[in-house]
């Protein structure tokens, strides 16, 4: 019989400060010796959309970072940052003073970055907001759909597409999206995917594969936005993530000409009402320029400790 080793690992809901909001992930603070192989395995049987798995360095607040779907490995995200940090404090580094610096080195091949994570300390010790920071550099396509086939392809009415001085952009650090400005909240939900308008339109080409749809905030909570990411690889009852957005985002506030330059603050908000909502604060450096420099932050809420035996 094969000997196992026993790992301990942690379950946070992430960009929430509420038990059962936002994103559920589970982090393992120390998965010295597991293999890639072993934690493909982990991460398929725990079936999270993903898996961290931390390593120590020969230094108290640098670590390893892997991160794993069910399916594969996949870069280290703003929502998987926002975890290892949070675990890491909750349970194995000390926060010496009210900002501690945690740094995450990813070793994904061709997507190694190191990544600075602030993680604060409220006067009565408990855990604050968690923040990263992004240099980063966008990609505008100024050639959208017409207002009539995004409607079309969100299932909405062409009244329902744009607000204030805010227009549909095709913006990329990286990735593409199509980011486009709803009337409303209530659009935004009722929003549907149509893959035959979308097919049918110019969208294709972009190589953009997700629309992130994004209104004024109207209800009493501290965002300024909503947003949801639909497309053709969406289930049409899935509201994912938003994290791999939020670059793309800023840079997309930041083109349109009634934005001022200097430092802006404000909060978004994922997932309905009375969901699994997510909160994000962005404080963003608008320069003018292509290259912008945002600061990430959340809260998250310890919920589960766990042990796994692996063979």
Not at 179 to 191: D, H, K, L
Request: contains cysteine; aromatic residues 8%; negative net charge.
């Amino acid at each position: 019989m094969n000997e196992s080793t026993q790992y301990t690992y942690y379950t946070a809901d992430v960009f929430t400060d509420q038990p059962f909001h936002g994103v559920a992930l589970p982090v393992f603070p120390d998965a010295s010796g597991l293999t890639d192989s072993q934690m493909q395995q982990v991460a398929n049987e725990l079936s999270a959309t993903s898996t961290i798995f931390l390593q120590p360095t020969d230094e108290e607040y640098n670590r390893t970072i892997r991160v794993f779907s069910k399916m594969k490995e996949i870069p280290a995200s703003i929502h998987t940052i926002l975890a290892a940090s949070y675990v890491l404090a909750k349970t194995s580094v000390s926060l010496t003073s009210k900002h501690t610096l945690i740094t995450l080195t990813s070793l994904m091949k061709n997507h190694e970055q190191v990544i600075s994570s602030f993680v604060s300390k409220g006067d009565d010790d408990e855990i604050g907001i968690v923040q990263q920071t992004y240099n980063t550099h966008a990609a505008v396509d100024y050639y959208t759909p017409t207002n009539e086939e995004l409607a079309a392809m969100l299932s909405l009415s062409p009244a329902d597409i744009g607000f204030d001085n805010y227009r549909p952009l095709i913006v990329s650090c990286g990735v593409p999206y199509l980011i486009v400005p709803i009337m409303s909240y209530t659009a935004i939900r009722e929003a549907k995917f149509n893959e035959a308008a979308w097919s049918n339109s110019s969208a294709p080409s972009s190589l953009a594969q997700e629309i992130l749809l994004f209104a004024n905030n109207t209800d009493d909570n501290p965002a300024d936005f909503h947003a949801r990411l639909l497309g053709p690889a969406i289930a049409h009852h899935e509201d994912p993530p938003i994290g791999g957005a939020i670059a793309a985002f800023a840079n997309h506030i930041c083109d349109h000409a009634h934005v001022q330059a200097g430092t802006h603050i404000f909060a978004i908000q994922r997932g309905a009402n009375d969901a699994r909502k997510s909160l994000f604060y962005i404080e963003m450096d608008n320069q003018q320029s292509k290259d912008l420099t945002i600061r990430v932050g959340g809260h998250a809420v310890l919920m589960s400790e766990t042990s796994i035996r692996v063979n």
